[in-house]
C-alpha cells in the first residue's frame, strides 16, 4: 500500500506559476499509474492530468492541456505536477492518487486506489 503525499500548494497570481510535488509515504512510486484531480468549493472532483508508471505516457484534462505538465523521476520516487499560466478557475484543492500496479492511468477518480490529503492552490485574478 502506498500513501501519496502532496506538497508546493500555495497562493499566486493569475497567470503565474506554481509546481506541485507528490511523494509517497511507504512503498515506491514507480510502480503506480498517478493521477492529478481537483475539487473545487460545491464543485465535483475533477481530473487533471495523469502519468503511467513509466512516465513515457500522459493525459490531460481539457481545461489544462497546453498549460500544466505531469510529470515524474522514479529515481527520486516523486510525481509533480507544473502548473503555468494559472487562472482564478483553477482555485481548488488538488489531489494526488495512485492505480494499483499493473493499471494504465484512469481519467476517473473512482479508477485510484490511494489518495493524499490534498493541497490547496488558490490563484488570485
Known amino acids: 500500500q502506498v500513501q501519496p503525499v502532496e506538497s508546493g500548494g500555495g497562493l499566486v497570481q493569475a497567470g503565474g506559476s506554481l509546481r506541485l510535488s507528490c511523494a509517497p509515504s511507504g512503498r515506491t512510486f514507480s510502480t503506480y499509474a498517478t493521477g492529478w484531480f481537483r475539487q473545487a468549493p460545491g464543485k465535483e472532483r475533477d481530473f487533471v492530468a495523469a502519468?503511467?508508471?513509466?512516465?513515457?505516457?500522459?493525459y490531460y484534462g481539457d481545461s489544462v492541456k497546453g498549460r500544466f505538465i505531469i510529470s515524474r523521476d522514479n529515481a527520486k520516487n516523486a510525481v509533480y505536477l507544473q502548473m503555468n499560466s494559472l487562472k482564478p478557475e483553477d482555485t481548488a484543492v488538488y489531489y494526488c492518487?495512485?492505480?494499483?500496479?499493473?493499471?494504465?492511468?484512469?481519467?476517473?477518480?473512482?479508477?485510484?486506489?490511494?489518495w493524499g490529503q490534498g493541497t490547496q492552490v488558490t490563484v488570485s485574478s
Open positions: 492518487a495512485a492505480r494499483n500496479p499493473s493499471y494504465s492511468p484512469s481519467y476517473v477518480a473512482a479508477g485510484y486506489d490511494y
Open positions: 502519468i503511467s508508471r513509466g512516465g513515457g505516457s500522459t
